[in-house]
């Protein structure tokens, strides 16, 4: 059995507010970039940036686990 949810679960707990809820909306709950950007309060040009870090961060974090 894979663990790779607990792992998610684990990395996304690790991330600061903004950058796990960029990914939650985007990846979780299927918005577009542009519905994230409205429910975050940010444009979209912020959104994009925020998406981009937090999935870097987040490799990272997965990086180091292993």
Do not use: C, T, W
């Not at 950007?37 to 180091?64: D, F, I």
Request: hydrophobic fraction near 50%.
């Amino acid at each position: 059995p894979s663990d790779a949810p607990d792992r998610v679960r684990v990395v996304l707990a690790r991330l600061p507010d903004n950058y796990r809820r960029i990914l939650e909306l985007r990846f979780l709950q299927a918005f577009s970039v542009r519905e994230a950007a409205g429910h975050m309060g940010v444009s979209v040009a912020n959104a994009k940036v925020l998406q981009h870090r937090a999935l870097q961060m987040a490799a990272q974090m997965s990086e180091g686990a292993l």
